[in-house]
Structure formats: structure tokens, C-alpha cells
């Protein structure tokens, strides 16, 4: 699409998999993202249904240059020895990494009834690494990824009740075990969804005002800050008068 427009153009078609909606890398020319098998659903009326969950996880990549589209194939298939996967199976890219694209991959071991419970499921996260020079799909040591940039990789330790931060090959611990599935990391800063934590100092800093919770990047000596539909910058002076 063209940001100077409404022009759009179609840079390739595939139909083996469907792509998920979060999580995507850029390296060079290829755009990588997480895909599933939807296996529609058909009803007797002979109408298919897709489904968000189950099946086949996989790893592509689009060459926005040429076109090209490559399915690296299945990240992970768990249900055979868990059936409830079939339903509640999932995949994300969780960042890049020294190299390696890192893909959580979570699905519940219990079935779950959302009619019938009033807690939300357990889910089991599973972390794997793809190399970007060879090619090569592997589960990873480390564990799944709250972020991970070039230099950062961001893992919360719930067995000690802490938050890992490696950054540039040192490690920070943060003893915070947050329920998020995600966080963000600008400026030495670590910003889970009530509060920021700096690295450097050391020191945690509350978010009263939950409706700035949504922190995009950090440009320019700026933090870009989401409000709803609304978008501000702020200095780190500003940033701090959130408490």
C-alpha cells in the first residue's frame, strides 16, 4: 500500500495457511510471521466455519521485493498427546534475538469450557528459535520471550518470582513475576502494563493513570504514548509526572 495514496498492490498469494494477526519481524527483504492450517469447520448446510485455534502452527516469510513466499513448515504439534490443543493452540513471534527469530507457542493440557468456568485457562508456553542464516527451526533453552530486540531478551522467571532482563550480555533481575504476556523496553526501561522499571537505577515507578498504560517505542528523546485513539510524546520528565 502506499502511504502517499489509497493505491494497493498485491505482492504474493498463498492459500496453505493463514496468517496470525500479532507478531511480525523484518530482516533485509523478508517479512517473517506466524501462520496456522484455519481447517474450516463444515456444517451440514455445506458452510465452513474458520476456526482461531488448533492445527498446524506455522513459520512463513514474504520477500517484499520479489513476491516470494516460503512456509518453513510446523513449529509445533502437541495434540496427539493433548487433545485439547486441537482448540486452544496458538503462535507468535515474540522478537529477534542475536540472529534468531523467537517464537512462543502456547495451547492449554486441559480441555476448558469458557461457558462453565469463571477462570481464565491455564496455558503451557513453549520457546522456539529460528536462525536466520541456516534456516533451522529448533526448541530454545531459553524461556519464552516477554520482548526481545537485537540486544534485549526479556523472560519472566515465575519459579523465582522475578522478571530477567539480558541486555547487552549483562543481566538485570526485577522481582516482579507479571502475569503479562508481553512488555515493552525503551530507554533502559522496562514497562509492564502498571508500572515502568529502570534498569539503571534500579527503581520501579507506578502507573496511577491507566489510561496511559500503552507505551508504542521511544524515538527521537521522545516516548510515543497511545490514549485511546490518541497519540502524545512525551519527555522523560513528562513520563515520570504518570505516577
Known amino acids: 500500500a ?37 481447517d474450516p469447520e463444515i456444517n451440514e448446510a455445506g458452510i465452513g466455519t474458520l476456526r482461531g485455534g488448533g492445527g498446524y502452527e506455522y513459520l512463513c516469510s514474504i520477500d517484499i521485493k520479489t513476491g516470494k513466499y516460503t512456509n518453513y513448515g510446523s513449529i509445533c504439534y502437541v495434540e496427539e498427546e493433548y487433545p485439547s490443543a486441537d482448540k486452544s493452540s496458538h503462535s507468535f513471534i515474540s522478537g529477534f ?31 522456539f528459535e529460528f536462525d536466520i542464516k541456516n534456516k533451522s527451526l529448533i526448541e530454545s533453552n531459553l524461556p519464552h520471550a516477554l520482548y526481545a530486540d537485537n540486544n534485549t531478551y526479556i523472560y519472566n522467571d515465575k519459579e523465582n518470582c522475578r ?6 550480555d549483562k543481566t538485570y533481575s526485577i522481582d516482579y513475576s507479571t502475569k503479562d504476556t508481553a512488555v515493552r523496553f525503551f530507554d533502559n526501561k522496562v514497562f509492564f ?24 517505542t521511544y524515538y527521537d528523546d521522545y516516548y510515543i504514548i497511545q490514549q485511546e485513539s490518541e497519540f502524545l510524546k512525551l519527555t522523560e520528565k513528562e513520563l515520570l509526572t504518570l505516577e
Open 97 to 127: 534475538y542475536k540472529g534468531k527469530i523467537y517464537i512462543t507457542y502456547g495451547f492449554t493440557k486441559e480441555e476448558y469450557n469458557h461457558t462453565e468456568s469463571t477462570t481464565p485457562p491455564e496455558f503451557t508456553f513453549y520457546n
Open 2 to 38: 502506499s502511504v502517499a495514496s489509497s493505491e494497493t498492490e498485491v505482492v504474493c498469494e498463498f492459500n496453505d495457511a493463514l496468517p496470525r494477526d500479532s507478531g511480525y519481524v523484518i530482516v533485509d527483504s523478508l517479512i517473517y510471521f506466524t501462520a496456522y492450517n484455519p
Open 163 to 168: 522478571t530477567v532482563v539480558i541486555n547487552e
Open 193 to 216: 502494563s502498571d508500572f515502568w522499571y529502570d534498569i539503571i537505577n534500579e527503581r520501579s515507578y507506578d502507573r496511577k493513570n491507566k489510561s496511559y498504560c500503552t507505551i508504542n
